[in-house]
């Protein structure tokens, strides 16, 4: 991945220039980067603050064959990758909270937005966009985040190369990815789990629809459902959610 790579310095959205190329045909692996995003965009419709020259904004085409509702498994293959390669470059060890958000000290240093381009049953591209916090520093950040929001140098307290960290993202990614695609869904469960923050803990779950849920995390099932067992003991699957731990 990421060998046909695609690099601009301003881009609104390295996403929205992704789905572009997804639609015109480009092949699985490409990689749009950016410098700075003049219009990133999280989940939920939400902006991503995405400042020039401190962090890795990149989106990246993959055609899997795979049934629709394998495709959030992709997401928690990218959050694994991004662990390792983090612990790799930096040896700063981050987890997980489910589905997507990679956080240190309860602060949020990568976000991941999954998208889909589907026909009726096939999926045509699935584009993952990674947002990382690398060098930015605590006075770039916008007063409303610095609460929940931190970077790789803010807890370093070193610069780290992002050209250096692309590529070791990339070669987890691949190399989970294919295992993957070989071997199912298990083993990737087992390294998800290994650095899930919300395992074993009571969280919250806002559904889109409102409705917020409480209990304990149990795990995430063989499909990357979170499973979520309330006060009553009843275990509800959680297909997508804000959570708070
Ligand atoms: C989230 O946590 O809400 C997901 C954030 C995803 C941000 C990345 S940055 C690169 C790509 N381009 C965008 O506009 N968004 C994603």
Redesign the pocket.
């Known amino acids: 991945f990421g060998r046909h790579l695609i690099y601009y310095e301003e881009v609104p ?4 220039l992704a789905h572009h190329l997804a639609e015109d045909g480009a092949a699985e692996g490409t990689l749009v980067v950016a410098d700075e ?1 003049t ?6 419709g ?1 902006a ?1 603050h ?1 400042p020039k020259g401190t962090g890795i ?3 990246c085409i993959l055609r899997p064959t795979l049934s629709l509702e394998r495709i959030p498994q992709l997401t928690l293959i990218a959050a694994v990758s991004i662990v390792r390669a983090i612990k790799k470059i930096s040896g700063v060890q981050c987890g997980i909270k489910w589905p ?2 990679i956080l240190f000290n309860g602060k ?1 240093l990568v ?3 999954t998208e889909l381009q589907a026909e009726i049953e096939s999926v045509r591209a699935v584009i993952i ?3 990382i916090n690398v060098n930015v520093d605590a006075d770039a950040i916008p007063e409303a985040l610095k609460p929940i929001a931190t970077s790789l140098k803010m807890i370093s307290g070193v610069r780290q190369s992002r050209e250096q960290l692309i590529a070791a993202i990339m070669s987890e990614f691949e190399g989970l990815y294919h295992m993957y695609l070989e071997e199912g869904f298990s083993i990737i469960k087992q390294m998800w789990e290994a650095h899930a923050l919300n395992i074993g803990q009571h969280i919250h779950a806002r559904l889109a629809n409102g409705d917020v849920i409480h209990g304990i995390a149990q795990g995430i099932n063989d499909k990357g459902v979170l499973l979520l067992q309330d006060d009553q003991g009843e275990t509800h699957h959680i297909y997508s959610a804000d959570i708070n731990l």
Not at 13 to 16: D, F, I, P, R, V
């Open positions: 959205s390295t996403q929205k995003q219009d990133g965009r999280g989940r939920l939400r991503w995405s904004w990149m989106s997507n958000d949020k976000g991941i937005l966009g990674m947002g």
